[in-house]
């Protein structure tokens, strides 16, 4: 697998390996992160999400890992395939707790 | 059965112009948000609706005014459009805060 130092705005990787995306986020009150796939032309569409009272949660594919101590998040896709080509983006939510804040995405290229 | 939809997709229109975007959501969701993606994909956030209500205004220009007739819509309107609104505009609709969001898929505005 490949992984990444805190946001890097490109990753690339080959069909099969495991990718982790990294996000550092900014205030230590969020409780609740989240993190989306875009598609070219497409909106963001969810993929995981956390609440702090956690620090991984499992999906499909995905796994989500948060370390409060740092204020870290990272995204970590198995098996990786051409159709997780996308920019990603985590987010965390406001200090009111009424909107998002995105970060900004990592675009992963997977070549097959 | 598209869950938020935008209308239109894409707008090109001249600078000093007057223009809406409507967004409809038949998702039951209680909440839902205006934001803008720049060139380089950064999202923020513009608005924030709770049952038809303001909850969210960030620093956005007064030409933007938001319009919730019912808990469904929530549309956008732009007076004198400048240059510098050029962006995508995404709409977004949650069950409340701190819940994922369900985005549309965007409409590009162009400003000539």
């Known amino acids: 697998g490949e992984s990444v130092g805190l946001h890097l705005p490109t990753l690339s990787v080959q069909e099969g390996d495991n990718s982790i995306i990294n996000c550092a986020y900014s205030?230590?009150?969020?409780?609740?992160f989240i993190w989306y796939k875009q598609e070219s032309g497409k909106g963001p569409q969810f993929i995981i999400d956390?609440?702090?009272?956690?620090d991984k949660r499992q999906g499909q594919r995905v796994t989500v890992l948060l370390n409060k101590t740092v204020k870290h998040l990272s995204l970590q896709i198995a098996a990786t395939q051409p159709g997780d080509s996308a920019v990603y983006f985590c987010?965390?939510?406001?200090?009111?707790?009424?909107?998002?804040?995105f970060g900004k995405g990592t675009t992963l290229s997977v070549s097959s | 059965d598209t869950a938020v939809s935008q209308t239109p997709k894409y707008l090109v229109t001249q600078m000093g112009n007057d223009k809406s975007i409507k967004c409809e959501q038949n998702?039951?969701?209680?909440?839902m948000y205006w934001y803008k993606q720049d060139s380089k994909k950064f999202l923020k956030i513009m608005f924030s609706?709770?049952?038809?209500?303001?909850?969210i205004n960030e620093t956005v220009p007064n030409r933007f005014s938001p319009k919730s007739p019912d808990k469904a819509h929530l549309n956008l309107h732009i007076n004198s459009l400048e240059l510098g609104d050029s962006a995508v505009y995404f709409c977004?609709?949650?069950?409340?805060?701190?819940?994922?969001?369900?985005f549309g898929d965007g409409t590009r505005l162009s400003i000539l």
């Open positions: 998702l039951g969701h209680d909440t």
């Open positions: 977004a609709s949650s069950h409340s805060v701190n819940q994922p969001q369900h």
């Open positions: 609706y709770n049952n038809k209500e303001l909850i």
């Open positions: 205030n230590s009150a969020s409780d609740y």
């Open positions: 956390i609440r702090s009272n956690m």
């Open positions: 987010a965390e939510n406001s200090q009111a707790g009424t909107a998002l804040i």
